[in-house]
T-cell receptor
Framework: GAVVSQHPSWVICKSGTSVKIECRSL??????MFWYRQFPKQSLMLMAT?????????EQGVEKDKFLINHASLTLSTLTVTSAHPEDSSFYIC?????????????FGPGTRLTVL | RKEVEQDPGPFNVPEGATVAFNCTYS??????FFWYRQDCRKEPKLLMS???SGNEDGRFTAQLNRASQYISLLIRDSKLSDSATYLC???????????????FGAGTQVVVTP
């Protein structure tokens, strides 16, 4: 089956630092990847859609200069949380949609739990 | 109003019993519907898609009611391993700018007890 990995699985950092999260599709190519954020007891909220070779599209209210997305290859997208603050502490989950397939078919990574002190 | 609404629960279910719960969605043009399962501190995993005619996968039955804009999930013969949060997921209308933008409910927690 399709496997998506994320690294790191958890990270604790000081306020003001930047954190990079990687999302990889291990056995398929993904033209499109998605980045979600989930706060405790809340639903997953789509942050941005990452397209290989082009700029990411961000959802309303998500700062593109704070959450930098790079999708340099068909198997890797990265999310960098710049100048992280405690309110950025959350569970960040990526998903990948196989190239040429239905974008409703998304395989989720295991998530990255970010804690900003 | 949220796009996708669910009763958060928890639904406490004795092992072997049946549990059912619904999810309502606000966009009448929504195209696709899914139930995902999420275990504590884990990623969501697709449980089943929901088709207009209703569909069954083992002990799980999903129904879609477009007129009333809700979907349902029924779990028969509940197992301890069914304890999880069940996420209702809706894919909005098929315009190009909505491709892949799944909308998640906050989830319904199910606790199956021995």
């Amino acid at each position: 089956g399709a496997v998506v990995s994320q690294h790191p699985s958890w990270v604790i950092c000081k306020s003001g630092t930047s954190v990079k999260i990687e999302c990889r599709s291990l056995d398929f190519q993904a033209t499109t990847m998605f980045w979600y954020r989930q706060f405790p007891k809340q639903s997953l909220m789509l942050m941005a859609t990452s397209n290989e070779g082009s700029k990411a599209t961000y959802e309303q209210g998500v700062e593109k200069d704070k959450f930098l997305i790079n999708h340099a290859s068909l198997t890797l997208s990265t999310l960098t949380v710049t100048s992280a603050h405690p309110e950025d502490s959350s569970f960040y989950i990526c998903s990948a949609s196989p190239s040429g397939g239905d974008t409703d078919t998304q395989y989720f990574g295991p998530g990255t739990r970010l804690t900003v002190l | 109003r949220k796009e996708v609404e669910q009763d958060p629960g928890p639904f406490n279910v004795p092992e072997g019993a049946t549990v059912a719960f619904n999810c309502t969605y606000s966009n009448s043009a929504s195209q696709s519907f899914f139930w995902y399962r999420q275990d504590c501190r884990k990623e969501p995993k697709l449980l089943m898609s929901v088709y207009s005619s209703g569909n069954e996968d083992g002990r799980f039955t999903a129904q879609l009611n477009r007129a009333s804009q809700y979907i349902s999930l029924l779990i028969r013969d509940s197992k301890l391993s069914d304890s999880a949060t069940y996420l209702c997921v809706v894919s909005p209308s098929g315009t190009t700018d909505s491709w892949g933008k799944l909308q998640f409910g906050a989830g319904t927690q199910v606790v199956v007890t021995p």
